[in-house]
């Protein structure tokens, strides 16, 4: 008999893996939810499941697994929207597994350094996703090895063991300032979202580098550093209203800002898009009902969210964090703040 076909007294996931030559995460998900899984693939695992004997441990699973029974999301501002639409994915999909979803506001003043660490143990949830980009997990990870199952949803995580589910920011940024180029712009700027994290750096790559394709160099004043809020949408509106040679149009990191930067103008009579044109980012709920409705990149956060929490079952069920970032394709939503320049 080879040696393929010699069977191991203990046979694990990964051997089961090796036979069906797919990645333990997938064994992992055929055997825990079929349904996400091609019939095929089941096929495989299941004759590899037959082959090598092994036996799925389902007390072992749910020692693993239901410590707590709970999830806990880590979220910056739980009022904004933004944050809701992909805590109603992360739910659904915990909902479907019986699983707890504990939410966190961490800007709030009564969450503490000690507070927030407390949610760091095992046993106080199951696994944790992370929708905060100011949390240096490997700082965390220093401090406290023994962290239960992390996820970073919608930020980058300075830890490569941590699997990401985010959107395509510098493909979201390429496709508003393609928009506005095409709307025939070629005097435009941008309001930054945070520079101290991956999104707001992406955004503003995608920004430069479209431009640079058309051989535009644009000025370093239609630049606006921004944190993502309402006011550093007014506050890049007064400095934009301060300059000699205005951007004809502005590309806004964030719907919020874009709001804020809008309404700013209105109040110094600029309207938008006779005098300017405004793209922002995300999409949120209120970006069709604005005033002009605002022309804006769509995030799928809600698919983000989904995302997010079925990479935390898979590191629950037992499976490697091999199968790394994933990156939704967000697309461009036209509507009325942009037009031709005047």
Avoid at 50 to 78: C, F, M, S, W
Avoid at 215 to 235: H, I, M, R, V
Avoid at 294 to 299: G, S
Wanted: aromatic content about 4%.
């Amino acid at each position: 008999m080879s040696e393929s076909n010699v069977r191991k007294p203990n046979p694990t996931v990964q051997d089961v893996a090796r036979a069906a030559k797919v990645s333990t995460a997938t064994v992992s998900r055929a055997l825990s939810t079929p349904e996400r899984v091609s019939i095929k693939t089941r096929d495989k695992v299941a004759r590899a499941v037959e082959e090598t004997g092994y036996v799925l441990n389902h007390a072992a699973r749910n020692l693993r697994r239901r410590d707590t029974g709970t999830i806990v999301a880590l979220v910056p501002d739980i009022g904004n929207s933004h944050f809701s639409n992909i805590l109603q994915g992360i739910e659904t999909v915990c909902a479907a597994k019986n699983l707890k979803v504990l939410i966190a506001d961490t800007r709030k003043p009564s969450m503490s350094r000690s507070t927030v660490s407390d949610f760091f143990s095992k046993n106080n949830c199951d696994g944790i996703v992370i929708l905060d980009g100011h949390f240096s997990i490997s700082a965390i990870r220093a401090m406290n090895p023994k962290l239960p199952p992390i996820v970073a949803c919608g930020e980058w995580s300075d830890d490569p063991a941590v699997p990401i589910a985010v959107v395509d920011n510098l493909l979201g940024a390429r496709l508003a300032v393609s928009h506005l180029l095409e709307c025939g712009h070629t005097k435009i700027g941008h309001v930054t979202g945070s520079l101290t994290h991956k999104p707001g750096r992406d955004r503003l790559d995608g920004y430069t580098s479209t431009l640079a394709k058309t051989g535009l160099d644009p000025d370093k004043n239609w630049l606006f550093e921004g944190d993502y809020t309402l006011e550093a949408g007014e506050k890049a509106a007064e400095a934009w209203l301060r300059l000699k040679d205005r951007p004809t149009a502005v590309f806004c990191a964030a719907d919020r800002m874009a709001f804020g930067f809008i309404c700013a103008l209105n109040e110094a009579g600029v309207r938008v898009p006779r005098d300017v044109s405004v793209v922002g980012f995300d999409d949120i709920d209120i970006a069709g009902h604005f005033v002009p409705p605002l022309t804006t990149v769509h995030q799928p956060r809600r698919a983000v969210g989904e995302q997010a929490a079925r990479l935390l079952l898979d590191l629950l069920e037992g499976a490697p964090p091999e199968e790394g970032n994933i990156q939704l394709k967000p697309w461009l939503v036209a509507r009325k703040s942009t037009g031709a320049p005047s």
